[in-house]
């Protein structure tokens, strides 16, 4: 279904930026929804930080099509993980839709956008773009306040404008820093996962390679066998050890 809202300008583009991570350029390209991507995380809490009418921002205006100083209606959440703020979005439509076309968004509460969005097959979806906010923007100021720590000197945000019967929506996400540091840590156990199942293969095809002649066992001076400590000195020829399964 085509779309006439772009949420594109000279400074959120569609291509990711080559200094984001890879991590980075995956999150801020995935379609679908980002609360269900976040659940593959963890348990997933929606909290309203601010909802009212408002005006837009300055780089919202042209995206949505409005006039100079026209009102919206705004709703901002926090998203967290398991109880760690992850992402803080920000949604905006034009007032007169937030009371007719888009005015299911006034009743959300806690319940997530996403619920209207991929619910409803008359909702079409402009490109995500997405661009580094420092703190002359009015994002970083609404996620900063979610971080424990010193804030990074610039965040990475995304956003798109979800269109139903010819009225805007438009989505920003701005995601924090516990979630990079969430998706690293993964990645560092998996990477150690991995490392462990390689050497175990390499380990076991070793041990084809050359077979171990019979044990004999050692003694003590006085007469003790010693083969349950040659097991703890060599945990990879342990047969009975789980992780060797």
């Known amino acids: 279904m085509p779309i006439r809202f772009d949420a594109a300008d000279a400074h959120w583009r569609v291509a990711s930026l080559p200094g984001f991570s890879a991590a980075q350029k995956d999150w801020l390209t995935r379609g679908g929804s980002l609360t269900a991507h976040l659940r593959a995380l963890g348990t997933v809490a929606v909290r309203v930080t601010r909802e009212g009418v408002a005006l837009p921002w300055a780089d919202e205006t042209a995206a949505l099509g409005l006039a100079p100083r026209a009102p919206v209606w705004v709703r901002e959440v926090v998203l967290s993980v398991d109880d760690v703020p992850f992402v803080a979005a920000h949604s905006v439509t034009p007032r007169a839709a937030s009371v007719g076309v888009w005015q299911a968004t006034r009743r959300l509460r806690t319940r997530p956008l996403a619920e209207l969005l991929y619910s409803d097959s008359s909702v ?67 990477e150690a ?32 066998a010693l083969e349950h400590t040659a097991s703890r000195a060599h945990p990879a020829l342990r047969a009975s050890d789980p992780r060797n399964r």
């Not at 609404?142 to 995304?158: F, G, S």
Request: aromatic share 4%.
């Open 124 to 190: 079409a979806r402009s490109s995500l773009v997405s661009r580094r906010v420092s703190a002359r923007h009015p994002l970083y100021r609404l996620a900063a306040r979610e971080i424990d720590r010193l804030p990074p000197h610039a965040l990475v945000a995304r956003r798109s404008v979800f269109e139903r019967h010819g009225a805007p929506l438009m989505v920003t996400e701005c995601m924090l820093p516990a979630l990079w540091a969430h998706l690293a840590h993964l990645a560092s156990m998996g």
């Open 193 to 224: 996962s991995t490392a462990g199942a390689a050497c175990a293969a390499h380990a076991a095809g070793q041990r084809l390679a050359h077979p171990l002649p019979a044990a004999q066992p050692r003694m003590r001076e006085h007469g003790r």
